[in-house]
Every structure is written in C-alpha cells, then in structure tokens.
C-alpha cells in the first residue's frame, strides 16, 4: 500500500542543484497515444507505463537534475469551470476532448495506477493538489522554487503549450515535441490564447479572431504607446487600450474584440496560472518515491518490458542517480 503525505516532497527548497518538473498526464498521455496498441503479456494497454519510462530515462541521461518532482491532475477549479460554462459553449471545460476520443480515454485511464506505482519503484516523487490541475501545481512549484530565500532554477517537461507562460527568470520550459528550449514566455501569451481561444479546452475566443488578425491587434497596441519590458501584457491594460482605440479603428477584428471583451476577461482567468499557485500549494499530497530495483524489475516482467531488463544496467543507474540526488528515496537494491 502506497504512502500519500500531506505538504511539499522533503528537501525540494533545499535540494542543490535544478529541479525539474514533470507533467505527467502530458508525458503519458503522448506516450498512450504513440504506442496505442503495445500491450503487457495478459493483453493490458502498456504504451502509457513504456513510455513514460523511456521517456524519462532519456531527458535524466542528458539532463541531470537534483530533484525530479512529477505532478498530475487531481480535479478543475471551480473557477474555471465556472468562466467556461458562462461563455455559453454548451460544453463544460475539456468535455469535448474527452468526447473525440472515448476509447483513448478508458486506455489511458486503466495504466494510471500502474504508472504511480512505477514511479514510487524507480524513486520519482508523485504530487498532486485535489481540486487542481496538473499546470497550477507546476506553476505553484515553480513560482515557490524560484523565489526568494530558495533560488532554484526549475525546468518544466511537458508539451502542454498552457505551461510556456511560465517560462522566465529561473524558470525554462523543455517541449519534447518539437524538440525546443523556453526560457522566455511571450508577452501577449495570455491575451492571445484568451482572444483566439483554444477548442481542445473548449475556450471559445473571439469569431473571426484567429493567430494572424490577432498578430496584427497585437502590433498596433505595442506602437501605442511602445509595451515596457513586462513579462505579461496585463488584461487591465489591453482593455483600457482596446476601449479606447478600437471605437475609431478602421480594423474591423478590434471591434468584435471590443465587443467581446468579457469574453476575453472569462478566458484570461481560465488560462492565467498565476491565479491558482498559492492555494495549490496549501492543498499539495505528495508519494515519495523509493527505490527498488527487485520491484522495478518485477514490475517490467509483469508488463513485458524486455528492454528495460535486458538493458537495466542502462537504465536503473540514472533512476539511482537522480534519487540520490534527490536526498528522500531510500534505496533497497539488493
């Protein structure tokens, strides 16, 4: 029976060295859907659980870190679902995602519990926030790691586009699909996404407000005045901008903005992770992780793992190393 805990992982604000971050419902969600098909010996889906370990395996060996912290989703604040449902899609947040694709769903769902136990065995520690996703506990890790007195440098691993607005001082975004470094998030992430919207979150943005007509919007407010050098245009300061410009603007797409500014108010909510990373932080449950080897090796002939037991001299040292480095998992290898 697997040990949740209450509070932060022990020793992360002390940990010497850079700290990363994982999104773990992305990676093995990516991972699910690469390897759909790849099954354990007794027909259980596996691509999820392969991947995740493989994929992990690969970034630590080019990637040392003193501290590996995974995070996944445990629910959606309220007031998200709330600024969803009042810009009237007919959908609640994300419903149409889990719509597309039942069947994906149900395979990535049945490797979950599979992959907590896995992680506990290779000494990754599992954190979660009930009520939160996965993206505002990053953002609570990274802000409360990142800040005065701890100082730590924090690397986020995910493909989730949500998490670049984190990117900045102490704080780099590593996408392995395409394969590319963040260390700065754009100025107008969060206005774009609210403005343009995003249909695998059911955000409804702006009609006829795409990347390109937005570019533009975006190009006059930064000549009208010029933007300081802020790491976020505010939503306070583009509305008092857009309620002024547009009423005698010749471009008809800052009118519909205009017009839909409480809209764009709802979405910059939704996606500004800034809102949620104190209280996430209160709420965070953590499962340490610890080593063991016997176990980790068991748990690869159960799923038919050949590679990694064909090749654990390989894979177990990085695992090894990044607990050590990590000062909590006690190793029991024999």
Request: charged share 30%; with cysteine.
């Amino acid at each position: 029976m697997l040990e949740w805990r209450t509070g932060l992982p022990d020793g992360l604000g002390r940990a010497d060295g850079p700290i990363l971050c994982v999104d773990l419902n992305n990676l093995c969600a990516r991972c699910c859907h690469s390897m759909r098909g790849l099954t354990s010996p007794d027909g259980r889906p596996s691509g999820a659980i392969f991947g995740m370990i493989r994929s992990l395996h690969a970034f630590l060996s080019n990637n040392p870190h003193a501290a590996v912290v995974c995070v996944r989703d445990a629910g959606v604040p309220a007031f998200r679902k709330k600024a969803i449902l009042l810009n009237q899609t007919g959908k609640g947040y994300k419903e149409s995602r889990k719509e597309r694709d039942q069947d994906f769903a149900d395979e990535y769902r049945a490797q979950a519990k599979s992959c907590e136990e896995v992680l506990h065995l290779i000494g990754i520690t599992l954190v979660e926030a009930p009520g939160y996703e996965a993206d505002d506990l990053i953002a609570g890790l990274a802000w409360w790691l990142s800040k005065k007195p701890r100082k730590r440098y924090v690397t986020v691993l995910s493909g989730d586009g949500d998490l670049l607005q984190l990117a900045g001082r102490r704080v780099k975004v590593y996408r392995p699909i395409p394969d590319i470094w963040v260390e700065r998030a754009d100025p107008f992430f969060l206005l774009k996404k609210a403005i343009v919207g995003d249909a695998s979150d059911d955000i409804v943005g702006v009609p006829q407000v795409g990347e390109k007509r937005v570019k533009a919007i975006f190009e006059a407010y930064n000549s009208d005045p010029p933007v300081e050098h802020k790491k976020f245009v505010e939503f306070k300061d583009f509305d008092w901008w857009i309620r002024h410009h547009a009423p005698t603007s010749d471009n008809k797409h800052e009118k519909a903005v205009l017009e839909h500014l409480d809209r764009v108010a709802r979405n910059v909510e939704v996606v500004d992770l800034r809102i949620t990373r104190k209280p996430s932080l209160k709420a965070m449950k953590t499962l340490p992780g610890r080593l063991d080897k016997a176990g980790w090796l068991d748990a690869c002939k159960e799923w038919g793992f050949n590679e990694f037991i064909k090749g654990h001299h390989a894979y177990w040292p990085v695992f090894e190393e990044s607990s050590r480095a990590n000062g909590k998992a006690a190793a029991c290898t024999p």
